[in-house]
């Protein structure tokens, strides 16, 4: 049983808004989140008086002063004065928290129109401030100092994870490289240079260690960005410049918050949060064409292949090994170039995600676009792999 099934209407993605991803010194938080807002409306065909709420998925956790940014957005036009607009935030899945508290929204009956916003600014503040806000997304290292940051626990992945299955190095450089070649593509990404396996795979001066064995390649970078998107349940607007896209089932599960009440390889929460939204929507892995997955670091992207059932645990290495995640693959992931190449603007992530997405199956993606592209899953993860997110989407 769909979505649309289920809930006795449709949910549609009938416009989107994407900022470039990376160093913006001459952007604001506002001047970021005011731009996708009117970017989104207007390729909806939608006037911002029909907008019945508003929802802002951002972490902050200190990376900027203001701590009450929900009404941000409202600066985009006069005429949204009045509209409820609330912050959502679930660490890295903040985004995907917000879209998913509209697509609620709209099957609760409480709105026919919504804005979900996606945003951070993150470039401006020092390596300690950005280092010690992401940590405040861990139970144990939460206001603890750290010289690795995120890097160390997703280090602590990879190290398990060899430990239980062997060696990772090699087929996470050739994942970093994979989406480095993607987001060569994508006119938004952060980083537009295919770097090669060999560099990926190599540690060296200008590809250092950051926290064994992970290297700078297997991390995403600190970006700023924003992302948005115009949900209704009926696409009736003839002066859109977009075409809606389906919303056919989604899924979210919380993990246990302390690391000892984990499986720290098992992602057990993102396993719930699939299997919850690929029932929803009653597809399999081989009804869809591509995913974009949380790759904040290549550990992450390698488990997630065994997460959604493309290999075998412990066995994810054969999905890059035998190409069945890249373009032309089986499912391609990350197109986009992922968070490893495209930027990770924490709070923008999970929204850009979908709208990428979303692209691809209205066949707008450019020179990203993957042929006949017609259903699609995205996974967005906050902490590690704590809260979790899955939406399936497909072409109208």
């Known amino acids: 049983m769909s979505l649309t099934e289920q809930f006795g209407k449709d949910v549609l993605i009938t416009g989107w808004g994407h900022s470039r991803f990376g160093k913006h010194s001459d952007e604001t938080l506002e001047s970021l989140i005011v731009q996708v807002a009117a970017e989104a409306i207007r390729n909806a065909g939608v006037e911002p008086g029909q907008i019945d709420e508003v929802f802002l998925g951002q972490f902050n956790s200190g990376m900027v002063p203001l701590g009450f940014a929900s009404s941000l957005a409202l600066q985009a036009s006069d005429e949204l004065a009045g509209v409820p607009a609330t912050r959502v935030e679930n660490a890295c899945a903040s985004g995907s928290a917000a879209f998913h508290q509209g697509v609620k929204s709209l099957l609760a009956g409480t709105a026919r129109t919504v804005l979900v916003i996606g945003a ?62 993607n987001g060569m593509l994508n006119p938004y990404a952060q980083l537009r240079k295919d770097l090669g396996e060999d560099f990926c795979q190599t540690v060296s001066d200008r590809n250092p260690v950051v926290a064994a064995p992970l290297r700078r390649t297997d991390c995403s970078p600190i970006s700023d960005g924003a992302a948005a998107l115009v949900l209704t349940t009926t696409a009736s607007s003839l002066s859109a410049a977009t075409i809606p896209v389906r919303l056919v089932g989604f899924g979210q599960a919380n993990d246990f918050l302390p690391a000892g009440k984990r499986d720290p390889v098992a992602f057990a929460g993102s396993v719930t949060a699939w299997q919850r939204a690929t029932a929803m929507a009653g597809v399999s892995l081989d009804d869809l064409d591509f995913a974009e997955v949380h ?102």
């Open 120 to 181: 951070e600014k993150m470039t401006h503040a020092t390596a300690d401030v950005v280092g010690a806000a992401l940590l405040g997304a861990d139970y144990e290292m939460a206001g603890q100092h750290s010289t690795t940051g995120f890097a160390g626990l997703f280090a602590d992945v990879a190290n398990h994870y060899e430990k239980r299955y062997g060696a990772v190095g090699d087929v996470l450089g050739t994942i970093a490289a994979k989406n480095h070649r």
């Open 295 to 396: 790759d904040c670091f290549t550990i992450a992207e390698l488990v997630l292949y065994e997460v959604i059932g493309l290999t075998e645990r412990g066995a994810g290495r054969r999905a890059v090994e035998e190409g069945w995640v890249y373009r032309g693959g089986k499912l391609p992931v990350n197109l986009s170039g992922g968070l490893k190449a495209k930027g990770h603007p924490v709070g923008a992530t999970g929204v850009s995600q979908i709208a990428l997405a979303a692209m691809q199956l209205s066949g707008a993606a450019g020179d990203m676009q993957l042929p006949g592209a017609r259903r699609a899953a995205v996974h967005n993860m906050g902490g590690l792999a704590v809260a979790n997110y899955v939406s399936v989407l497909e072409a109208v």
